[in-house]
């Protein structure tokens, strides 16, 4: 067979869901935690397992050129340069950034010189790889992401009318984010507990008088407030662009762009990195020099991706050549998913059957399967697929 069902890792955060990942699976939540995401790939910290018992980073270790294909192989060396995951958020994920390459090259190769265990909590760096990544929403998805424009910033802040803003505000007007942000994330505690209290509290009456300006900003500020309290998150949160992605919407992340999944349910795709510098609304730990080295305070609305129709289905386009990931709507008849790289399959609804020269695959919901590099294919449903695979020209 030179196409293989996955089994794959489900990881267990409290901020997941008890019925996503379960319901798409057909199996129960574990009772001690929800279900956070579905790791599908080769990642070594949680690789998928062939159907043969071999997993995919130690099958592709031992034949590179067969199942990455040339091109691959050159450009990213003998591993899987993506990753694919559904995350299935109920609760806020902590604010983060990822690193480009030349900084996670710099700042891994610091770490693994200072001796740092790559398993230690107040490690940064876990590999020298970049992180940029893509969800596209299953559900209704809400999401803070990169910083909203300044003087939409310092209206969202002066509105509040809480004094305690009044130094984050002068800094935001004389030097702009890279002045407030790390104003705010160097507060001592007892000043970032006053001050986020007090600006919950702002925020709060905003929201009972159903002001619809900045609705959503303060009513996230509020929740995220009860969460974290004290968390200086909560104030960065209003100079984020608040995100709603309908079903089918995606969102491209870049290097640098601060965010924070506040809620919903997606399928995700990024280079395969587990490079996170997180910067607030989280107990763990906090690098923040780190974090404002990557941090890209450029302020811009993030834009909303919609897809254009490609080879397969709706096509969801991306400037790295790291991953690419494609919606495939199948009916009865037999249609082409043949790239030039590997591919990652996953079933959502209904059940596809996958074809080569070898033989048939049957993929039914929840399932997934990984296709080798310019393995000539053929699927047919009625299903859903998500193909990841790579954005080599």
Partial sequence: MTM??????????????????????????????????????????DPS?????????????????????????????????????V???????????????????????????????RDDPARTFKDPYHKPELLLALTTFEALCGFRPVEESLHCLAKLQVPELKPTIAALARGGLRAA????????????????ETVAAAAGRFVSAADPEFIN???????????????????????????????????????????????GAGVEVMASSDNVLRGGLTAKHVDLAALI?????????VPVLHPVLGPGGLRYPVPVADFDLTRC??????GTLTTAGPQILLCTEGAAVLATADGELVLEKGRSAFVPAGESVSARGPAVLYRATTNLA
């Fill in 329 to 334: 709507q199948l009916d009865s008849g037999a």
């Fill in 49 to 85: 397992v062939l159907s043969d018992g071999t997993p995919l980073d130690k099958a592709i270790a031992a034949e590179p050129g067969a199942l990455l294909g040339p091109a691959v192989l050159d450009r990213f060396g003998p591993r899987l340069p993506f990753l694919m995951k």
């Fill in 217 to 263: 900003t303060y009513r996230w500020a509020t929740s995220l407030a009860q969460a974290y309290p004290g968390d200086p998150g909560v104030v960065i949160s209003l100079m984020c662009n608040h995100l709603k992605l309908e079903p089918g919407e995606a969102v491209f992340l870049p290097a640098g762009n601060l965010h924070a999944y506040l809620s």
């Fill in 181 to 196: 942000v790390p104003q705010l994330l160097a507060l001592a505690a007892p000043t970032r507990q006053v001050l986020v």
């Fill in 87 to 117: 995350l299935a958020a109920d609760s806020p994920l902590s604010l983060q950034a990822h690193p480009t390459s030349t900084q996670a090259e710099a700042g891994f190769a610091a770490e693994e010189r200072a001796g740092i265990p």
């Fill in 293 to 301: 080295e990557v941090l890209d305070f450029t302020d811009r609305r």
């Fill in 4 to 45: 293989w069902h996955l089994t794959n890792t489900v990881r267990h955060y409290p901020w997941g869901s008890r019925t996503v990942i379960p319901e798409l699976l057909g199996e129960p939540c574990p009772a001690e935690q929800p279900c956070a995401e579905l790791w599908m790939g080769a990642h070594p910290d």
